[in-house]
Protein backbone atom coordinates (compact mmCIF):
# COMPACT_ATOMS: atom_id res chain seq x y z
CA UNK A 1 0.00 0.00 0.00
CA UNK A 2 0.93 3.52 -0.17
CA UNK A 3 3.52 4.96 2.28
CA UNK A 4 4.25 8.60 3.29
CA UNK A 5 7.66 9.19 4.68
CA UNK A 6 7.24 12.16 7.02
CA UNK A 7 10.11 13.91 8.87
CA UNK A 8 11.77 15.17 10.74
CA UNK A 9 10.14 12.54 13.47
CA UNK A 10 10.69 15.48 15.82
CA UNK A 11 11.88 19.03 16.58
CA UNK A 12 13.33 21.18 19.57
CA UNK A 13 13.16 24.76 19.40
CA UNK A 14 13.12 28.07 20.55
CA UNK A 15 10.32 30.63 19.92
CA UNK A 16 10.42 32.68 17.30
CA UNK A 17 12.19 30.32 15.38
CA UNK A 18 10.63 29.32 11.76
CA UNK A 19 9.90 25.44 11.16
CA UNK A 20 9.94 23.50 8.47
CA UNK A 21 8.32 19.58 8.03
CA UNK A 22 8.37 17.39 5.08
CA UNK A 23 6.45 14.72 3.59
CA UNK A 24 7.27 12.36 0.80
CA UNK A 25 4.80 9.66 -0.68
CA UNK A 26 6.05 6.24 -2.90
CA UNK A 27 2.72 7.12 -5.28
CA UNK A 28 0.90 10.28 -6.00
CA UNK A 29 -2.04 11.92 -4.16
CA UNK A 30 -4.80 14.29 -5.83
CA UNK A 31 -4.95 15.95 -2.53
CA UNK A 32 -2.33 16.69 0.46
CA UNK A 33 -3.47 17.62 4.16
CA UNK A 34 -1.81 18.84 7.16
CA UNK A 35 -3.53 18.35 10.63
CA UNK A 36 -1.96 19.36 13.70
CA UNK A 37 -3.10 17.10 17.33
CA UNK A 38 -2.70 18.61 20.51
CA UNK A 39 -2.04 15.95 23.50
CA UNK A 40 -5.64 14.28 23.92
CA UNK A 41 -7.45 15.69 20.70
CA UNK A 42 -8.01 14.68 17.47
CA UNK A 43 -6.76 16.18 14.48
CA UNK A 44 -7.23 19.35 13.40
CA UNK A 45 -6.92 20.31 9.69
CA UNK A 46 -4.61 22.90 9.27
CA UNK A 47 -4.44 23.57 5.49
CA UNK A 48 -5.79 21.88 2.73
CA UNK A 49 -3.85 21.36 -0.83
CA UNK A 50 -5.43 20.42 -4.30
CA UNK A 51 -3.01 21.38 -7.16
CA UNK A 52 0.44 20.09 -7.79
CA UNK A 53 2.49 23.15 -7.13
CA UNK A 54 0.02 25.30 -4.71
CA UNK A 55 1.60 27.12 -1.92
CA UNK A 56 -1.26 27.72 0.57
CA UNK A 57 -0.92 30.23 3.48
CA UNK A 58 -3.03 30.12 7.10
CA UNK A 59 -2.11 32.80 8.99
CA UNK A 60 1.78 31.62 9.67
CA UNK A 61 1.86 28.38 7.90
CA UNK A 62 2.37 27.76 4.72
CA UNK A 63 2.21 24.69 2.79
CA UNK A 64 3.22 23.59 -1.13
CA UNK A 65 1.61 20.86 -2.49
CA UNK A 66 5.03 18.99 -4.76
CA UNK A 67 4.80 19.29 -8.41
CA UNK A 68 5.61 15.70 -8.59
CA UNK A 69 2.28 15.26 -6.49
CA UNK A 70 4.42 12.69 -4.19
CA UNK A 71 5.63 15.22 -1.80
CA UNK A 72 4.23 18.07 0.30
CA UNK A 73 6.16 20.36 3.03
CA UNK A 74 4.81 22.75 6.02
CA UNK A 75 6.43 25.98 7.07
CA UNK A 76 5.51 27.76 10.77
CA UNK A 77 7.22 30.95 10.94
CA UNK A 78 7.70 32.80 14.23
CA UNK A 79 6.99 29.85 16.46
CA UNK A 80 5.07 30.02 19.51
CA UNK A 81 4.27 28.49 22.46
CA UNK A 82 0.89 26.81 21.66
CA UNK A 83 2.63 25.61 18.33
CA UNK A 84 3.34 22.62 20.68
CA UNK A 85 1.67 19.40 19.02
CA UNK A 86 2.53 16.65 16.49
CA UNK A 87 2.03 17.75 12.98
CA UNK A 88 1.00 15.29 10.52
CA UNK A 89 0.81 14.96 7.23
CA UNK A 90 -2.51 12.88 4.98
CA UNK A 91 -2.45 12.43 1.42
CA UNK A 92 -5.57 11.06 -0.08
CA UNK A 93 -6.43 10.01 -3.99
CA UNK A 94 -10.05 11.61 -4.35
CA UNK A 95 -11.47 14.87 -3.34
CA UNK A 96 -14.78 16.66 -4.36
CA UNK A 97 -18.43 15.90 -4.40
CA UNK A 98 -19.52 13.10 -2.16
CA UNK A 99 -16.20 10.68 -3.86
CA UNK A 100 -13.47 10.94 -2.44
CA UNK A 101 -11.06 9.02 -0.67
CA UNK A 102 -9.52 7.41 2.46
CA UNK A 103 -6.55 9.28 3.98
CA UNK A 104 -2.81 8.09 4.45
CA UNK A 105 -1.44 9.64 7.20
CA UNK A 106 2.68 10.64 7.78
CA UNK A 107 4.10 9.26 11.21
CA UNK A 108 3.46 12.62 12.07
CA UNK A 109 6.43 15.50 13.54
CA UNK A 110 6.55 16.25 16.94
CA UNK A 111 7.07 20.10 17.90
CA UNK A 112 8.45 21.67 20.82
CA UNK A 113 8.79 25.02 21.26
CA UNK A 114 11.17 26.77 23.84
CA UNK A 115 10.41 29.62 25.49
CA UNK B 1 -17.01 22.29 9.14
CA UNK B 2 -18.93 19.41 11.04
CA UNK B 3 -18.13 18.91 14.88
CA UNK B 4 -17.78 15.22 16.09
CA UNK B 5 -18.77 13.97 19.46
CA UNK B 6 -17.23 10.42 20.83
CA UNK B 7 -17.67 8.64 23.68
CA UNK B 8 -16.72 7.94 25.81
CA UNK B 9 -13.55 9.30 26.26
CA UNK B 10 -11.82 7.04 27.73
CA UNK B 11 -12.30 3.75 29.21
CA UNK B 12 -10.44 0.82 31.38
CA UNK B 13 -11.95 -2.67 30.04
CA UNK B 14 -11.45 -6.12 31.47
CA UNK B 15 -9.84 -8.40 29.13
CA UNK B 16 -12.55 -10.65 27.17
CA UNK B 17 -14.93 -7.58 27.23
CA UNK B 18 -16.52 -5.39 24.52
CA UNK B 19 -16.86 -2.26 24.45
CA UNK B 20 -18.92 0.26 21.70
CA UNK B 21 -17.37 3.59 20.99
CA UNK B 22 -20.13 5.96 19.43
CA UNK B 23 -19.38 8.58 17.07
CA UNK B 24 -22.24 11.81 16.64
CA UNK B 25 -21.38 14.28 13.84
CA UNK B 26 -23.81 17.37 13.94
CA UNK B 27 -24.52 17.30 10.08
CA UNK B 28 -24.87 14.81 7.41
CA UNK B 29 -21.47 13.46 5.87
CA UNK B 30 -21.37 11.54 3.01
CA UNK B 31 -18.49 8.91 4.76
CA UNK B 32 -17.13 8.16 8.34
CA UNK B 33 -13.93 6.22 9.30
CA UNK B 34 -12.82 4.62 12.59
CA UNK B 35 -8.97 4.61 13.06
CA UNK B 36 -6.84 3.50 15.59
CA UNK B 37 -3.42 5.42 17.06
CA UNK B 38 -1.09 4.27 19.77
CA UNK B 39 -0.20 7.60 22.01
CA UNK B 40 2.39 9.39 20.33
CA UNK B 41 1.95 7.55 17.05
CA UNK B 42 0.17 7.76 14.02
CA UNK B 43 -3.39 7.14 12.54
CA UNK B 44 -4.29 4.13 11.01
CA UNK B 45 -7.37 3.41 9.24
CA UNK B 46 -9.70 0.31 10.74
CA UNK B 47 -12.39 0.60 8.50
CA UNK B 48 -14.88 3.15 6.32
CA UNK B 49 -18.13 3.33 8.09
CA UNK B 50 -21.00 2.68 5.03
CA UNK B 51 -23.94 3.77 5.50
CA UNK B 52 -26.51 1.25 5.89
CA UNK B 53 -24.21 -1.63 4.38
CA UNK B 54 -21.13 -3.26 5.72
CA UNK B 55 -18.16 -1.85 6.63
CA UNK B 56 -15.13 -1.56 4.59
CA UNK B 57 -12.06 -3.27 6.60
CA UNK B 58 -8.30 -2.22 5.96
CA UNK B 59 -5.89 -5.21 5.89
CA UNK B 60 -5.24 -6.57 9.19
CA UNK B 61 -8.81 -5.82 10.38
CA UNK B 62 -11.68 -7.54 10.62
CA UNK B 63 -15.79 -7.79 11.20
CA UNK B 64 -15.47 -10.34 14.08
CA UNK B 65 -12.89 -7.71 16.16
CA UNK B 66 -14.23 -4.54 15.17
CA UNK B 67 -18.20 -4.33 13.93
CA UNK B 68 -18.96 -0.91 12.78
CA UNK B 69 -22.59 0.24 12.48
CA UNK B 70 -23.96 3.34 11.13
CA UNK B 71 -27.76 3.49 10.51
CA UNK B 72 -27.78 7.11 9.51
CA UNK B 73 -25.58 9.68 7.71
CA UNK B 74 -24.99 11.21 11.20
CA UNK B 75 -24.43 8.31 13.78
CA UNK B 76 -21.81 5.50 13.82
CA UNK B 77 -20.16 2.63 16.31
CA UNK B 78 -16.90 0.86 16.44
CA UNK B 79 -17.36 -2.49 18.54
CA UNK B 80 -13.88 -4.25 20.10
CA UNK B 81 -14.46 -7.19 20.79
CA UNK B 82 -13.12 -10.18 22.92
CA UNK B 83 -10.19 -7.43 23.96
CA UNK B 84 -6.79 -7.93 25.15
CA UNK B 85 -4.30 -5.98 26.52
CA UNK B 86 -3.18 -5.38 22.54
CA UNK B 87 -6.46 -3.18 22.27
CA UNK B 88 -4.88 -0.77 24.19
CA UNK B 89 -4.76 2.48 22.15
CA UNK B 90 -6.75 5.91 21.17
CA UNK B 91 -9.78 4.92 18.65
CA UNK B 92 -10.28 8.10 16.89
CA UNK B 93 -13.56 8.44 14.50
CA UNK B 94 -13.62 10.79 11.45
CA UNK B 95 -16.52 12.25 9.53
CA UNK B 96 -16.07 14.31 6.16
CA UNK B 97 -18.00 15.38 2.60
CA UNK B 98 -15.87 16.84 -0.03
CA UNK B 99 -13.13 15.30 0.81
CA UNK B 100 -12.24 17.24 4.06
CA UNK B 101 -13.02 15.33 7.37
CA UNK B 102 -13.38 16.13 10.82
CA UNK B 103 -12.43 13.88 13.60
CA UNK B 104 -13.51 13.43 17.43
CA UNK B 105 -11.40 14.16 20.49
CA UNK B 106 -10.99 10.01 20.53
CA UNK B 107 -11.27 7.23 22.99
CA UNK B 108 -8.48 5.99 25.08
CA UNK B 109 -9.25 2.44 26.18
CA UNK B 110 -7.08 0.83 28.60
CA UNK B 111 -7.37 -3.11 28.63
CA UNK B 112 -6.37 -4.72 31.72
Known amino acids: GQQLNQSPQSMFIQEGEDVSMNCTSS?????WLWYKQDPGEGPVLLIA?????ELTSNGRLTAQFGITRKDSFLNISASIPSDVGIYFC???????????????FGQGTILTVHP | SAVISQKPSRDICQRGTSLTIQCQVD?????MFWYRQQPGQSLTLIAT?????????ESGFVIDKFPISRPNLTFSTLTVSNMSPEDSSIYLC?????????FGSGTRLTVV
Open chain 1, 90 to 104: AGQLYAGGTSYGKLT
Open chain 1, 27 to 31: SIFNT
Open chain 1, 49 to 53: LYKAG
Open chain 2, 27 to 31: SQVTM
Open chain 2, 49 to 57: ANQGSEATY
Open chain 2, 94 to 102: SGGTGGLHT
